[in-house]
C-alpha cells in the first residue's frame, strides 16, 4: 500500500513539472543545446510573451532571460544564413537580457552562471565591432563597443577589478564615432581616452578635429591647448593650432606658436613658410625674405617657398615701376633710374620662379610668370618658348 502511495506521489511530481511553466525555459534550454535555434527562439518567445498567462511567472525569473541570451549568442554564433536571418541584431538583445537577468535577480542566484556568459558576450561583441569597422559599417561599430564599455560597468563585472579602465575600448568607440560622423560621442569617447593619457598628442588632435567638422572652431582650440600644455613637444598640435590662428586671422597668435615650433624643429621648412606668408601679411617684406630662404635651405625642393620668394620680388618690381610711372614725363633720366629699379627686383625673382618650373615643369602659374618676367627683362627667345609651353 505504501509503494502505491510512493509511486501516486511521484507520479503526480512529474505531471506538475511538466505542466510547469518555466517548461518553456528548460525546453528552450535543451533545444538551444540541440542546435535547433529556431524551435528555442520560439519557445523562449512563449515564456516571455505578457499576453500569454502562463508567462506570468516566466517574465520575472532571471533564469528566463539568461537562457534568451545565450539563445540569442547562439544565433550570432551560427554560420548557418537561415539562422542568422532570425534576428537583425542578437547580440543586442542577448547583452539586454543578461543585464534583464541580472536586474530580475535580488537573491543573487543566477549572479556567477550570468558573469560568464557576459565574459564570452564580450569576445563576440569585440568580434562584431572589428568587422564592422573593416565593412564601414560605423554605427555597428559603434553599438558594439558601447555595449562592451556597458558590460565592464555592471557592478558583477566590475567588482573584480574596480579601478579597471579599457582605454582601447574607449578610444576605438570614439574612433567609431568619428568614423559614424557622431561627433559629439565622439569627442566624449576621445576626452575619455585623454584623461588616460591613451595614444598620447594624437587624441588631442582628433578631438580637434571632431570640433571643427562640428564647426566649432573654439572647441578645437581649446583641444589643442589643452593637448599643448600636456605635449609642449608635439609639433603636429602646434602645426594644428598654428592653422586655426591663421584661418581665425589672429596673425599675432599665430607668430608666437611659429616661434615655439620653429624653436622645436629648427629644420621644418613648413614652419619657415608660414612664417614667411605670415611677415607678408604683416608687410614686413624682409623678414619674409628671410624666412623663406631658410625655409628652402631647411627643403631646396619647396615649391611654395620658391614662389613666394619670386612672387614677392616680383611684386617689388610691378610696385616700382608704378614709381617709375609716377615721374613727370619731362624727367625722362629719372624715369629711366627708377625703371632700372624694377628690373633689378624682376631679375631677383627669375632664378626662384626657373627652379619652381624645374620642380613642377607644368605648373601653369609659373609659366605665366616666367613668361612676363622674360618680357619685362627683354629674353624673347625664353619668352616665346613660354608661349609655346602655354599655347599662345
Known sequence: MKKTIILLNLALVIILVACSPRTKVTSSQSLKDAGKLK?????IKEAIDPTNEKAEKTLEWPRTWEVRGEIYQAIYQSEDESVKALAEDPLTEAFNSYKKALDLDEQGRFGNSVKV????LTNDLTNQAVEAFNKEDYPTALRSFEQILGI?????????????????????AGLAAYNAENYDKAIEYYKEAAKYSYNGARTYSLISNAYQLKEDTLGALQALQEGFEKYPEDNTILTSMIQIYLDMDKTEDAMKYLDMAIAQDPGNATFYFAQGTLYEKLEKNEEAIKAYEKAIEADNTSFNSYYNLGALYYNEGV?????????????????????????EWFKKALPYMEK???IKPDDNMTMESLKNLYYRLKDMDNYNKMLERLGQ
Not at 556568459?117 to 564570452?120: D, G, I, N, S, V
Open 152 to 172: 565592464q560597468d555592471i557592478d558583477i563585472i566590475k567588482k573584480d577589478n574596480p579601478d579597471a579602465v579599457d582605454t582601447v575600448i574607449i578610444f576605438n
Open 117 to 120: 556568459k557576459l565574459t564570452l
Open 39 to 43: 524551435e528555442a527562439l520560439a519557445t
Open 319 to 343: 610696385q616700382q615701376i608704378e614709381v617709375a610711372n609716377s615721374v613727370p614725363t619731362s624727367n625722362n633720366e629719372a624715369y629711366e633710374k627708377e625703371l632700372k629699379k624694377a628690373d
Open 356 to 358: 619652381c618650373h624645374e
